[in-house]
C-alpha cells in the first residue's frame, strides 16, 4: 500500500510511504495516512502537496501561511491599546480638573470637563466606527485627538504637561 503521511493540523505531506517496497518498524496512525494510488504517489514526490477533504491536493507555500488577521480583530486590538492610553489620560485629567474646581479656575475646570468628555466620545465618532480598514481607523483616531488637542484652550495643556514632571 501506498499512503501520504500529512500533519492533521496543516494537512501537510510530511512522507510518502510504500509498504510494499519498504517495511517500516511502525506506521503512524491511520487518521494521519492518506490511501494513495500509484499515480499519485509518483506525482507526490515533486512540489508540495496537502490533504483536504480526504484528498491528495497540489500546492504552494501560500496555502500553509496563517490567513492576516481579520480588521475586526485589528480594530478591537486598537481601540483597546487607545482605551488603555485614554484611561491614563483620564485619569490625570480627574486630578487637573478637581484641582482647578478645589482652586476656583472654572475656565480650566471647564476645558479639562470638555476634553474628557472628547476623549470619551472618540470610539463613537463617526470617523472611527466608520473606519473599514486598519489604517484609517488609525488616521481617525489620531485625526480626531488632534482636532480635541486644537480645540483645548493652552491654560488647559499647560496644566496636563506638568502631570509627568
Do not use: C
Request: hydrophobic share 50%; net charge neutral; proline share 5%.
Amino acid at each position: 500500500m501506498k499512503y501520504a503521511h500529512f500533519d492533521s493540523i496543516t494537512k501537510r505531506v510530511m512522507q510518502l510511504l510504500d509498504t510494499n517496497a519498504f517495511s517500516y518498524a511502525e506506521l503512524p496512525p491511520a487518521e494521519a495516512l492518506l490511501t494513495l494510488s500509484d499515480e499519485q504517489h509518483a506525482a507526490a514526490h515533486e512540489g508540495l502537496w496537502a490533504v483536504v477533504g480526504g484528498a491528495l491536493v497540489a500546492v504552494d507555500e501560500a496555502f500553509f501561511r496563517p490567513a492576516p488577521p481579520s480588521f475586526t480583530t485589528l480594530k478591537a486590538a486598537e481601540l483597546a491599546a487607545f482605551r488603555a492610553q485614554r484611561e491614563k489620560m483620564l485619569n490625570r485629567l480627574a486630578g487637573i480638573g478637581m484641582a482647578a474646581q478645589v482652586g476656583g479656575d472654572a475656565p480650566l475646570a471647564l476645558a479639562i470637563t470638555t476634553f474628557r468628555q472628547g476623549l470619551l466620545d472618540l470610539p463613537s465618532h463617526a470617523s472611527v466606527t466608520g473606519a473599514t480598514d486598519i489604517d484609517a481607523l488609525r488616521l481617525a483616531l489620531k485625526t480626531r485627538y488632534a482636532a480635541l488637542l486644537a480645540a483645548t484652550p493652552a491654560t488647559a495643556k499647560l496644566a496636563f504637561k506638568g502631570v509627568d514632571a
